[in-house]
């Protein structure tokens, strides 16, 4: 089975700290994504990589930053938390190719900026 | 922009009841849909896919419908069960993008015993 794994399940920070989620996939995906998810938001995407160290943005890349140094981790920043970031912040990952390529997610990290 | 939205925002079934959750869709250059499940406190996880040349795919239990007409799919559950109370996501890839999806906001299923 894939798994997606992110390091905390629940994270408190102080307004202004650096912040980093990170996430690992174990089935050699090319593609990952970190998204936030907000109640009558949905998911939105932070960024996305396509291989390692490359990156595209997403829909709301503002405050945040990424790093992927290795094709199986890939990392969230948030240079200078602040509270409008208080979010669940979910990672997947999937394999690039012509077929569907599902996103798989892991568990989530609930981040709380006070 | 392209947009993936919800009719409903909750449903509630009786238990062994079947289900029905919908989706709008307005990017007609998609290449497939996907359906996904989100337990509380989990991450989403996949239910089943459709592509979009196909009309209907089924899989245990779970039928997907697409209408490409009036751009509109559907997730069907047949015999519902407590274990389906969750959030539904559909979910789109439109064909100009480097295999990202956009989500819709998500349906919550309530199954009652």
């Known amino acids: 089975d894939v798994k997606v794994t992110q390091s905390s399940r629940y994270l408190v920070k102080r307004t202004g700290e650096k912040v980093f989620l990170e996430c690992v996939q174990d089935?050699?995906?090319?593609?990952m994504f970190w998204y936030r998810q907000d109640p009558g938001l949905g998911l939105r995407l932070i960024y996305f990589s396509y291989d390692v160290k490359m990156k595209e943005k997403g829909d709301i890349p503002e405050g945040y930053s990424v790093s992927r140094e290795k094709k199986e981790r890939f990392s969230l920043i948030l240079e200078s938390a602040s509270t409008n970031q208080t979010s669940m912040y979910l990672c997947?990952?999937?394999?690039?190719?012509?077929?569907?390529?599902?996103?798989?997610f892991g568990p989530g990290t609930r981040l709380t900026v006070t | 922009g392209e947009s993936v939205g919800l009719h409903l925002p909750t449903l509630s079934v009786q238990e062994g009841d079947n289900s029905i959750i919908n989706c709008a869709y307005s990017?007609?250059?998609?290449?497939?849909f996907i359906w996904y499940k989100q337990e509380s406190g989990k991450g989403p996880q996949f239910i089943i896919d459709?592509?979009?040349?196909?009309d209907k795919r089924q899989g245990q239990r779970v039928t997907v419908l697409l209408n490409k007409t009036v751009k509109h799919l559907s997730l069907q559950i047949a015999a519902t069960q407590p274990g389906d109370s969750a959030v539904y996501f559909c979910a789109e890839k439109s064909g100009g993008s480097n295999y990202k999806l956009t989500f819709g906001k998500g349906t919550l299923l309530t199954v009652n015993p």
């Open positions: 089935m050699d995906h090319e593609n």
């Open positions: 459709i592509r979009s040349n196909m």
């Open positions: 997947a990952s999937s394999s690039a190719g012509t077929g569907i390529n599902e996103q798989y």
């Open positions: 990017n007609s250059a998609s290449d497939y």
